[in-house]
C-alpha cells in the first residue's frame, strides 16, 4: 500500500492543485450538515467534507467504533493514540485513492459519506482542556522589545534559554467564523492621571500556530523530545485576539489576563503531524545551545507559508498585510511541550499551545499590528484612504496557512473573526 | 420550616461543637466507600457522609434526579442553579434534623445513607474548568513588594484600581491528601551566570481560599456584582504551591508559568455561600474607590479564621506557623469575578477562582513562607533544632478553616499535602 503522504496518490474525488485539501493532507474536524444530525467527525477532501460516522456505521474502520466519530469533538479520536491516527488516516487515504474500487464505486455509500463542503456548519474541531500559549518568536519578542524598552535590551535575559509561555483561557477559544466582541476593560494612556474602564481602543490580532495535543502526560513527570513529538496529534492555525492597551495597565507583574481572555480563534481543520511530516526542517541556529532537557535531535520546525488578510470595514476585500512562514520560530512546538511538563505538569487530551506571534525577519513579514504599524506610528494602508493602525469595528481578519509540495497544498484553510462594536 | 442557618438546629447525628460539620454547614463532597460502588456525592454531617446517591434512589428529593448524586463530580448539580442549591440544602437540613423523623427513624435508609468517615476516601469534589489565580491580599502584595522592590515602591500602580489576577493551570488542581513532588526548573540565582536545570530549592506555599463557580456567564457579556455573587457554588481552602526559583528567573514578562503549574492543592468539602451567609462582612475600606463596575453595594468578605500547619519531615506532629483571616482581603471573590468577565470572558460550571495569598496586618498572620521567613533571611524555628525557610523533602503542610458560630463551626476541614522528593 502507498505511503499516505506520497505525491503521486491522487483521488477519485477532483481536486484542485491550490486546494488546501488534498488526499495527502486528509485534516479532520466536526461539522454538521443539512441532514439534521447532530455535529461529528469528517475529514475534508477538496470541496467535500467525508462523514467518519458513516464509513463507521458501514464498517469501514476495524479498530475505531462508530461512537468515536459520532462525537461533536475530536477529543475521544484524539485519546486512542498516534498508532490509531496513523492507521486511520492510511485506511481513509486508501479509500479515497483513485485506483481503490471500494468507496469510489459504491454509490450509495458515497452519497452517505461526501457532503459537499457548501453544504456544511464547522464547529469546533475538539473540547480545549487547557490552552498555553507561548511567545517564541525571536523576531516578534524582538520587535516588542525594541518597542518598549529600546534596542540594547530588546530580549529578556531569560528569552534565550527556555520557551517562555503562560496559560491562557480555555473557554473563550472559537471557530473560524465566530465574531469577536471588542473587549472592555481598564484603560489608562500615559496621559492619565488614573484609569478608566471602556472599550479597548488598541484592539489586535497575533499570527500563531496551535499545537493540538492529542495524549495525556503524568503528572510529576518529565518528557523526552521523542515522547512529546509522539503526543502532538496536529496543528491549528490560531490568532491570539490582544488587547493592547488593557495589556498595558495590567500585565506587571502577573502577566497578560484580561487582555487575552476575551477570545482566541482557531481554524476548523486539524492539519495531522503525519500530514505536515514531508515538511519538517531544522529551525534557527540556537545560540547559546539549549540546556539539555530542551536538545533536540532532529529537526522540529516545519516550512509553513502564513498569509493575513485585512478587510477594514468600508472594503469589500482583504488586502495581504502580512507574509511569513512558521519554519522561523526559535523555539519548536516539540521543545515548547518539552518545557510545560518539565516542572511537572501534567499534559491533557485537547490541549492547545499557542506557538506565539509569528513574526519573520522581513518587516513585511509581521505577525501582529503593534508590530506592522509599529505601535501606531506607522499605519498601514490598505485602500486609498483607509488606514489602520489597530482593528477598528466591522474588520474582518483572516489568515490562511499551507505546505506547498510538489503540484499540491497541505493546507489549513482560514482562520476568519470580525469586530463587532462593544453593546 | 426553620431555616438551614439556624444556630438553634440539631440533628439527630450527634456533631461535637469543634467539629467542622454541624447542620448549619452541609458542605458538598465526592467520595467512595468500601461497598465497591463508584465515587458519588455526599454530605458531610459531624463524623458521616450523608450519601445523596442513596436518598435520591429512594425518592428523598422532588426535584434532583439520582444521576445527578450518581456523578463522580459536583458539576451536574451545580449546573442547575441556585434555587435547587438552596432548596436541596433546605431539604437535606429537613432530612437531619433531631426533630424530623423521616431519616432519623427509617433504619434501614439510615444504613445504607450514612456512612462513617473514617470508611471513605475522598475524590476531587468538582471538575476545574479553568483555574485562574487572583492576588487580592493588601498585605501579601505590599510584603512581597518591600521584599524584591523597597518599600516606596511596594505596590504597583494598578494594584489598588484591579484585583489582578492571572490564569492558572486547571490539569493539576489535586484534592488534599495528594502528595507533591518537588518540580524541577530553570534556576538562576543572581550569583550564576547562566541558567540551570534541576530542583526547586525554594519551595513555597499559598494560603489561599478558592471560589467554585457553578453556573455559566456569556461570552462578551459583562456580570454585575448580583449576578457574580449568584453565580458562586461555594468556597474551599486552596493551596498554591509555589516554586519561588523558578518564577524569579521565568517570570518577566508573562508572569508565573512551571512556577504555578506543577501542583495546586484544594479541600475535598465545598462549603456553600449559603452556609457562609450568617458569617458575611464588609472588606477593608477601597481607597481610591474602585471604577463603577467594581462597586459593591453589599459585604462580600467573610469572617473566616485560617490557619496553617507544617510538619517539618523530622517531626511527629504540625506546628502551627500562621493564624489569620480571610476577611482580610481587599478584593472581594464578587469583585474578582465581575473583573473576570468584565472584558467578555465566558466563565463555566466548575471554574476555580483562587484569592492569592491571605496575609493578615500582623506578623504571624502571613500565608506564604516567602512572608514568614522574609525571603529566607529569617528561618522559623519550629521544633527544637529544626528550622524552615522553605520547605523540604518529607515536610507535610496543612491548612484548615472555619466561620465560628455561637456553639457550632462552619468549617472546611484541611487541605494536607506531603513534598516527594525528585525521583
Known amino acids: 500500500m502507498p505511503h499516505p503522504n506520497d505525491p503521486k496518490l491522487r483521488s477519485f474525488i477532483d481536486v484542485a492543485p491550490d486546494s488546501h485539501f488534498p488526499i495527502q493532507n486528509l485534516p479532520y474536524g466536526v461539522f454538521s450538515a443539512k441532514d439534521g444530525l447532530a455535529p461529528r467527525v469528517g475529514v475534508a477532501i477538496g470541496d467535500y467534507v467525508l462523514d467518519l460516522w458513516q464509513l463507521a456505521q458501514d464498517c469501514r474502520f476495524d479498530v475505531v467504533e462508530p461512537a468515536v466519530f459520532a462525537a461533536p469533538q475530536l477529543n475521544p479520536f484524539m485519546a486512542l493514540g498516534p498508532k490509531v491516527w496513523s492507521s486511520t488516516r492510511a485506511r481513509i487515504s486508501e479509500l479515497l485513492r483513485h485506483d481503490h474500487p471500494e468507496l469510489r464505486d459504491n454509490e450509495n455509500l458515497r452519497k452517505r459519506a461526501l457532503v459537499p463542503m457548501t453544504d456544511v456548519k464547522l464547529h469546533m474541531p475538539f473540547a480545549v482542556s487547557g490552552y498555553t500559549d507561548f511567545y517564541s518568536s525571536k523576531e516578534h519578542a524582538t520587535n516588542v522589545g525594541v518597542m518598549f524598552r529600546g534596542k540594547d535590551n530588546a530580549l529578556q535575559p531569560n528569552w534565550l534559554h527556555m520557551p517562555i509561555g503562560y496559560n491562557g483561557r480555555a473557554s473563550t477559544v472559537v471557530v473560524s467564523g465566530t465574531p469577536v466582541r471588542r473587549p472592555r476593560g481598564q484603560l489608562k494612556p500615559p496621559t492619565a492621571e488614573v484609569p478608566s474602564f471602556g472599550p479597548c481602543k488598541r484592539l489586535d490580532f497575533e499570527l500563531e500556530m496551535g499545537v493540538v495535543v492529542g495524549q495525556p502526560s503524568v503528572m510529576?513527570?518529565?518528557?523526552?523530545?521523542?515522547?512529546?513529538?509522539?503526543?502532538?496529534?496536529?496543528?491549528?492555525?490560531?490568532?491570539?485576539?490582544?488587547?493592547?492597551?488593557?495589556?498595558?495597565?495590567?500585565?506587571?507583574?502577573?502577566?497578560?489576563?484580561?487582555?487575552?481572555?476575551?477570545?482566541?480563534?482557531?481554524?476548523?481543520?486539524?492539519?495531522?503531524?503525519?500530514?505536515?511530516?514531508?515538511?519538517?526542517?531544522?529551525?534557527?541556529?540556537?545560540?547559546?545551545?539549549?540546556?539539555?532537557?530542551?536538545?533536540?535531535?532532529?529537526?522540529n520546525n516545519y516550512d509553513l507559508s502564513l498569509e493575513v488578510g485585512l478587510r477594514a470595514a468600508p472594503m469589500n476585500e482583504a488586502v495581504n498585510i502580512s507574509r511569513t512562514n512558521f519554519k522561523y520560530m526559535y523555539w519548536s512546538s516539540v521543545q515548547q511541550l518539552v518545557h510545560h511538563a518539565a516542572c511537572g505538569c501534567a499534559m491533557n487530551v485537547g490541549d492547545l499551545l499557542g506557538s506565539g506571534t509569528i513574526s519573520g525577519p522581513k518587516k513585511d513579514q509581521r505577525g501582529s499590528l503593534l508590530e506592522i504599524s509599529w505601535n501606531g506610528t506607522e499605519p498601514v494602508e490598505l485602500a486609498e484612504g483607509v488606514k489602520r493602525s489597530f482593528l477598528e469595528d466591522g474588520d474582518s481578519l483572516v489568515m490562511r496557512g499551507w505546505c506547498q509540495g510538489n503540484g499540491y497544498r497541505v493546507g489549513f484553510g482560514e482562520v476568519e473573526g470580525t469586530i463587532l462594536a462593544v453593546e
Open 220 to 299: 510529576g513527570e518529565m518528557l523526552t523530545e521523542k515522547q512529546a513529538e509522539e503526543m502532538i496529534f496536529g496543528f491549528v492555525i490560531l490568532n491570539d485576539w490582544s488587547a493592547r492597551d488593557i495589556q498595558q495597565w495590567e500585565y506587571v507583574p502577573l502577566g497578560p489576563f484580561q487582555a487575552k481572555v476575551f477570545a482566541t480563534s482557531i481554524s476548523p481543520w486539524v492539519v495531522t503531524r503525519d500530514a505536515l511530516e514531508p515538511f519538517r526542517l531544522h529551525g534557527p541556529r540556537q545560540d547559546p545551545k539549549p540546556l539539555p532537557y530542551l536538545q533536540q535531535a532532529q529537526p
